[in-house]
């Protein structure tokens, strides 16, 4: 199974802050790999998906960007609804496994 | 409009079989690339991918978990099953149906069902 390894598990910040948290793969996934944003009690929503694609409705200020075992999210400018915890997941091979998570919270 | 539900029982006993339905709207598991995935989540940790079923029927298992999962779909009724035996209280948590297949050759999960919690006790 490719094993998804996301840092940190979480952070903290402030409203305004740019902020960029990574997911490495254990091989190579090309560019198949998704972010989504889970709050409390609540499904996951996508919110990029094939590494660098923004699903539609999702603020501009979500960006992705990285390819073969790399990849990073960065909000540009943090916003209150933001804080919430990000996993992404790989789509290269079954089965698709998610990363263990990294929870952003208010400083 | 896309939805999905899940249903099925809240509490179950350990080694009893878990079956779960999640009953969909708005696309059809008959079109070309069409999915429908299963996923988990215990209280307070990450998500875990379960199976997944494709509109040809293909089918794809957790590795850890193949042996107990079988997934299965009905397309005249919309709904995907997904059933777990010899249930354990650490399959506790809260499981998830979503769609796969709209955002072509991609493999995102871009609908989910809201959850349901599965609690396993004696």
């Known amino acids: 199974d490719i094993q998804m390894t996301q840092s940190p598990s979480s952070l903290s910040a402030s409203v305004g802050d740019r902020v960029t948290f990574t997911c490495r793969a254990s091989?190579?996934?090309?560019?198949?790999l998704n972010w989504y944003q889970q709050k409390p009690g609540k499904a996951p929503k996508l919110l990029i998906y094939?590494?660098?694609s923004l699903q539609s409705g999702v603020p501009s200020r979500f960006s992705g960007s990285g390819s073969g075992t790399d990849f990073t999210l960065t909000i540009s400018s943090l916003q209150p609804e933001d804080f919430a915890t990000y996993y992404c997941?790989?789509?290269?091979?079954?089965?698709?496994?998610f990363g263990q998570g990294t929870k952003v919270e208010i400083k | 409009q896309v939805t999905l539900r899940e249903s099925g029982p809240a509490l179950v006993k350990p080694t009893q079989t878990l079956t779960l339905t999640c009953t969909f709207s708005?696309?059809?598991?008959?079109?070309?690339?069409?999915?429908v995935s299963w996923i988990r989540q215990p209280p307070g940790k990450a998500l875990e991918w379960l199976a997944r079923i494709d509109w040809d029927d293909d089918k794809y298992y957790s590795t850890s978990l193949k042996t107990r999962l079988t997934i299965s779909k009905d397309t005249s009724k919309n709904q995907v099953v997904l059933t777990m035996t010899n249930m354990d209280p650490v399959d506790t948590a809260t499981y998830y149906c979503?769609?796969?297949?709209?955002?072509?050759?991609?493999?995102?999960?871009?609908?989910w069902g809201q959850g349901t919690l599965v609690t396993v006790s004696s």
């Open positions: 091989q190579s996934i090309s560019s198949y």
């Open positions: 708005g696309f059809s598991l008959s079109t070309s690339g069409m999915c």
């Open positions: 979503a769609r796969m297949g709209a955002v072509a050759g991609t493999g995102a999960l871009d609908y």
């Open positions: 094939a590494a660098s």
């Open positions: 997941q790989q789509s290269y091979t079954s089965p698709r496994t």
